[in-house]
């Protein structure tokens, strides 16, 4: 069994950075697909960052120039590395992974981290 645990939210100024982990645990042979997604009280929950196995990336329109996504295959490990954030990324964050497992392919999630920009 395969579990997300994200960490590194928490209350910063607009204009700030964060940077988010997602460590995966458990058996995890390859990462198809590592994302990173986003819900704000009373909104839909939105993709925010992807990252595929061959390295290419997508992100949201609204994060593009200020968000980053990266991997740690050795780690399991996913991040996202915001900066210039504003108080619409005010948000909870969860970790989603495609992943290839010994049980087959798989999705996960993480159970989210609260990011909260404020001044």
């Known amino acids: 069994q395969v579990q997300l645990a994200e960490s590194g939210g928490g209350l910063v100024q607009p204009g700030g950075s964060l940077r988010l982990s997602c460590a995966a645990s458990?058996?995890?042979?390859?990462?198809?697909?590592m994302e990173w997604y986003r819900q704000a009280p009373g909104k839909q929950r939105e993709l925010v960052a992807a990252?595929?196995?061959?390295?290419?990336?997508n992100y949201a329109d609204s994060v593009k120039g200020r968000f980053t996504i990266s991997s740690d295959s050795a780690k399991k490990t996913v991040y996202l590395q915001m900066s210039s954030l504003k108080a619409e990324d005010t948000a909870v964050y969860y970790c989603?992974?495609?992943?290839?497992?010994?049980?087959?392919?798989?999705?996960?999630w993480g159970q989210g981290t609260q990011v909260t920009v404020s001044s």
């Open positions: 458990g058996t995890v042979w390859s990462m198809y697909r």
């Open positions: 990252r595929m196995i061959d390295g290419r990336t």
């Open positions: 989603h992974a495609d992943v290839e497992t010994p049980k087959g392919r798989g999705n996960y």
